[in-house]
């Protein structure tokens, strides 16, 4: 049981480049979530998902797409990376409460 | 939404000690959660707290849900190296979206260092 997983575990970017986060996880859970985390900002939701083929949008969405076509994978992507998406990124599921991916380190430069 | 306040931001303490953090809202919360990250790693679940007063430990935690439903404590019992890391309180974002969502808010957190 792996848990939550996910990668890579660090990328860097240029300004303009694309990129797909995979969050994968073994526990059967319904909801998945995607944060970012910030220096001094704690951790913000971005998008989150009820279920297979399902998306919401959370506090900080403009910039990032996320698709769950399977239950057990939820994927964060970056159309057009800006030096503002330079952050940590978590990924969440939940049954009862949130537990939480290693996240991924990515520098857009 | 909803806004969690931590307090102390930082702290230092000598291996041994007992250490004390809270977590205040200016509106009321269902549940009260405490998670603890490692650096590099992401955020590990301590504690859950469901009810106003209760009291729950985890080997040398302890965090209470306040009576108010607006505040949270954590305590760690004589702390040693392996304690340092950045604790995160987190209640449910009940009105950000429609119920079942249970989206979260957290603090801002407490960085936690421990003196050997």
């Known amino acids: 049981n792996a848990g939550v997983t996910q990668t890579p575990k660090f990328r860097v970017l240029k300004t303009g480049q694309s990129m797909t986060l995979l969050c994968a996880q073994d526990m059967n859970h319904e909801y998945m979530y995607w944060y970012r985390q910030d220096p001094g900002m704690g951790l913000r939701l971005i998008h989150y998902s009820v279920g297979e083929g399902t998306t919401a949008k959370g506090e900080v969405p403009d910039g990032y797409n996320v698709s769950r076509l399977k239950k057990q994978n939820f994927l964060l992507g970056l159309e057009s990376a800006a030096p503002s998406q330079t952050s940590v990124y978590f990924c969440?599921?939940?049954?009862?409460?949130?537990?939480f991916g290693p996240g991924t380190r990515l520098t857009v430069t | 939404g909803q806004q969690l306040n931590q307090s102390p931001q930082s702290m230092f303490i000598q291996e041994g000690e007992d250490v004390s953090m809270n977590c205040t809202s200016s509106s009321i919360f269902n549940t009260w959660l405490w998670y603890k990250q490692d650096p590099g790693e992401g955020p590990v679940l301590l504690i859950a707290?469901?009810?106003?007063?209760e009291l729950t430990s985890n080997g040398r935690l302890t965090a209470q849900f306040g009576i108010t439903r607006k505040d949270s404590f954590l305590n760690i019992s004589a702390s040693i190296p392996s304690d340092v890391g950045i604790y995160f309180c987190?209640?449910?974002?009940?009105?950000?979206?429609?119920?079942?969502?249970?989206?979260?808010?957290f603090g801002k957190g407490t960085k936690l260092s421990v003196i050997p």
């Open positions: 987190a209640g449910p974002l009940w009105g950000y979206s429609g119920a079942g969502s249970y989206q979260l808010t």
């Open positions: 969440a599921s939940r049954h009862y409460e949130q537990y």
């Open positions: 707290l469901y009810k106003a007063g």
